[in-house]
């Protein structure tokens, strides 16, 4: 058979509208499937709380003005611009950058003392409360690491796309996908150059290319972008292309995650939501497409900021700006301001605890993809100055104790104790880098700092022990059942006699706690710990009492928490709730409490655990900063000084350290030596707010003065006397002959009519 | 004849015994129409409570604008929201009975009575509540014993 020349030309050409077919086939399948479905891996952010300033409330104006710092706000004499604040005699100007919750613009607070007196917008309008953008503090991220913000069309400025448009793609409205008049141009350039110099591409071919194929420069590539381009004009709207393009373009690098979209670009560069951003910040965005490293504002400022400067004079040019608001952004600095975080995260330790925390109910993979935002309790300032307060006593302690100490670790926790949200935590003594977490994971003997459990079992019992109870510290010598004795000691290895309970609390005595352990007896001792919160399993010898047991520093503040909100069990949380794409709820982690104690008791301890501050291990806050804070503690050693705690509460903050070699060696701290110098320093760079004690006087509760040696009933003027809590029916009812002078009983005012109707009251809801 | 009154003793007996069961039945049914009515005052007094749960307001506006955020929420059932709202009152101010009041009720409607007894105990440490406030509070403390 002949085949003609004609047949042979038409088959192949059928052939090739065969393969051409196929291959747009194979470009379109591509364009749907990527646009259509899940557009982008988007890694959950991680933000910390958000600072709230109400009328009435009293706020620590120091961490504020710190906080604001942190929040990359710049101190000026005239705040003008989002992201500018002026403090002056006691009045704060803030012009916030605004979020979901919160508009932006231009504010003013006014205090007095700590106390904020009014909230006022510039329009003179009274508010309640307003609200600082949370800060992102990290997120979790795919293995690719790229990072993203997606925003929806109502999120997008109008004149981003103006600014977009009049420099990537001035007839995107016009073209098809692609713009003849560009090709033609681009082909002009590249001949004259006699290479491949400039692109004609349209912000359609742009998104073909980011979305599809590589940054390889060639003919064919450039034909399939142009397919691409075509299918994707031909399948979506332009507004759904010039989204889809905003949220996807490559901005930066920071460390080793890289920043996509507009969105997330707002935030890294100016710390502020896209919709917030000035004219001369978008230019600045839009400008950094053509190359983002060579125009990075952070690396390249001068190059950046002419490049900015030749973006506001194409708006010019295109009658988008005029040409004084030329002239006035062009006197703008480029307003970058220091990057959040760079890689996963700012603080690796709390990111340890979300991470655990988010495990019990979302998978790994849809926290790398889903575009999750999660909101934690982490309060920056306090992070920041914890990790400084470590750093800090750690070289003190170097120049002190030499250098063994240089690879001292640490691990420290913070404690809101209103409702167990944790507000900062220290994994390791280099607070930046992620390893092995020591607040989470070092399980360390706990020593003395179990002792205020065994107390609170004795105080429980309020018939058999009060504070003055007596409790003997002379030799003991145990037989073990195993064979052997067991003779505890005291730190100072001293014994020191019959002491008064709290006596033997806040010296922290051995000797008489174990005997008081013993007196309890294990399983009443062990119920107490179960109630505090301790969920593993406990030993019964007699060691134990004086803290012969691990635990890891989160467990152990857990417990303390308990006694931190008055006998109040709640499990400690780091996350508050996660939020989906469109800012719905999509979980939340609530405030458990279960009352596991009366307060009485817990209020008795408390007392003697203050009393360590005022005549025991903690001593050194005066009597004035003891009141003000209600600081109470309780430091912590364990054998051979391998550990160090301190566990200690100041005006509702509750906080532990812990410092220890991983190696287990012996260190020359003591708890109060070691733990207690970091938490000493910790609580005074933060100065908390003047601890308002407004709970209700106990009803059970009565004071009594009682010898400090004796623990028998005294009076104020006596010597060595101490007014003591006692739980009504356990107070000591003797007075010595010598004392029955000094003791004067204090004289009760008659009760007038309405005590005694407040009294019936109280009775009948008590 | 001896056959009749067999016949005769056990219609009886049997009669009888249905009489008793019927009697006890009777019994039966107004023991559980009692409970029944007890749970039903019980259900219309939480009811009555949530009505004057949602009438304390607080002297502090910022607190105030928020409660009125949370009950918002609370109208429309959605109990999540209405908790973050009501947390978020608590971290601005932890001595509002107010806001105690409402965590307690919410607490109940969420099927966590110890939670509410809880939030009503710690409620009623507060100094400077009203009587109402501490009446209302010792409700809610003695509501699971009940």
Known sequence: ?766 | MKKYLLLLSCILFFTSCTSVDNRLNIENVEEVSTFASNIENLLSELEFLKLEVLKLNSSKPPIQRILNEADAFWIRGNLDQTNLQLERALRISKNEGPIYLRLAHLRIEQGLNKEAKAFAAKGLLINNLSNWERLLLNVYFQHDNS
């Open chain 1, 1 to 766: 058979m002949k085949i003609s020349l004609r047949h042979f030309i038409l088959f192949s050409l059928f052939l090739l509208l065969i393969i051409l077919f196929a291959f747009i086939s194979l470009i379109n399948s591509k364009v749907t499937n990527k646009l259509d479905g899940v557009l982008w891996t988007v890694p959950a952010k991680v933000y910390s709380r958000q600072m709230v300033i109400a009328e009435g409330i009293e706020i620590n104006k120091g961490m504020m003005i710190k906080e604001l710092s942190l929040h990359s706000y710049i101190k000026k004499s005239l705040p003008n611009n989002p992201g500018d604040y002026s403090f002056k005699n006691d009045s704060l100007s803030i012009f916030l950058r605004g979020h979901e919750d919160q508009e932006a613009g231009l504010f003013k607070v006014n205090f007095s003392k700590d106390k904020v007196v009014s909230i006022k917008r510039s329009d003179g309008i009274k508010l309640d409360l307003i609200q600082l953008e949370p800060l992102a503090i990290g997120g979790m991220f795919p293995s690719h690491m790229e990072d993203r913000l997606i925003v929806n069309w109502h999120q997008v400025p109008e004149s981003l796309i103006e600014i977009l448009l009049s420099v990537e793609d001035q007839t995107f409205f016009e073209h098809h996908g692609l713009s003849l008049k560009s090709i033609l141009r681009a082909f002009y350039q590249n001949v004259l150059a006699m290479d491949i110099k400039q692109g004609g591409s349209t912000v359609t071919q742009q998104l073909a290319k980011n979305l599809f194929f590589s940054s390889q420069r060639s003919l064919s590539r450039k034909l399939q972008e142009a397919i691409a381009a075509l299918l994707i004009e031909f399948h979506y709207s332009k507004e759904e292309i010039l989204l889809a393009y905003i949220n996807d373009v490559y901005l930066s690098q920071a460390g080793t995650r890289s920043i996509n979209g507009f969105g997330l670009g707002a935030e890294h560069f100016f710390g502020a939501t896209l919709k917030n951003l000035e004219i001369d910040q978008l230019s600045l965005l839009v400008g950094m497409l053509k190359g983002p490293s060579l125009y990075n504002p952070r690396r390249n400022p001068e190059r950046a900021l002419s490049r900015r400067n030749l973006i506001l004079d194409i708006l010019e040019q295109e009658s988008i700006i005029s040409s004084t608001q030329n002239v006035q952004m062009k006197e703008r600095p480029l307003g970058v301001v220091s990057p959040k975080f760079r890689s996963e995260t700012k603080y690796p330790a709390f990111h340890d605890l979300v991470r655990i925390e988010l495990n019990e109910n979302f998978k790994d993979s849809d926290l790398r993809t889903q575009g999750l935002r999660i909101f934690t309790n982490l309060d920056p300032i306090i992070q920041e100055s914890l990790a400084k307060s470590f750093k800090k006593t750690k070289i003190e302690l170097i120049k002190k104790y030499g250098k063994s100490l240089e690879d001292l670790e640490g691990a420290a926790i913070v404690v809101d104790s209103r409702n167990g949200e944790i507000r900062a935590l220290l994994g390791s003594s280099s607070p930046n880098s992620f390893g092995f977490n020591r607040a989470l994971n070092a399980v360390r003997p706990v020593g003395s700092l179990l002792k205020p459990f065994v107390y609170l079992t004795a105080l429980k019992d309020y018939k058999r022990y009060s504070l003055s109870t007596l409790l003997d510290d002379t030799r003991l010598t145990l037989n073990l059942p195993e064979g052997g004795v067991w003779e505890p000691n005291n730190f100072d290895k001293k014994f020191h006699g019959i002491v008064p309970l709290h006596q033997a609390l806040w010296d922290s005595y051995n000797i008489a706690t174990v005997r008081l352990g013993l007196d309890i007896g294990y399983e009443d001792t062990i119920k107490v710990f179960n109630s505090l919160g301790i969920e593993k399993e406990i030993p019964n010898y007699p060691s134990l009492f004086i803290g012969s047991f691990e635990m890891t520093p989160i467990e152990m503040i857990q417990a303390y928490q308990t006694i931190a909100s008055n006998g109040f069990f709640t499990p400690l949380r780091a996350v508050r709730e996660i939020r989906g794409i469109g800012n719905d709820l999509a979980f939340s982690y609530p405030y458990k409490i279960e009352q596991r104690f009366r307060p009485e008791p817990i209020y008795l301890l408390k007392f003697a655990l203050q009393q360590t501050f005022v005549r025991g291990t903690a001593r050194g806050f005066s009597k004035k900063e003891i009141k003000r804070f209600q600081t109470w503690g309780k430091t912590g050693t364990s054998n051979d000084q391998r550990d160090s705690w301190f566990v200690g509460y100041a005006g509702d903050y509750l906080v532990l350290i812990w410092l220890g070699f991983d190696d287990n060696r012996e260190s020359p701290l003591t708890g109060r030596s070691g733990s207690f110098q970091v938490w000493k320093d910790f609580i005074k760079s933060i100065n908390p707010i003047e601890f308002k004690d407004n709970r209700r006087e106990l009803a059970r509760i009565n004071n009594e003065w009682v010898d400090l040696k004796d623990g028998l009933l005294s009076g104020q003027d006596c010597k060595n006397s101490i007014s003591v809590p006692f739980i009504k029916g356990s107070e000591p009812l003797v007075t010595p002959d010598a004392r029955k002078k000094c003791r004067v009983k204090e004289k009760i005012p008659e009760n007038s009519i309405m005590d005694k109707v407040r009294k019936i009251l109280e009775d009948l809801t008590e």
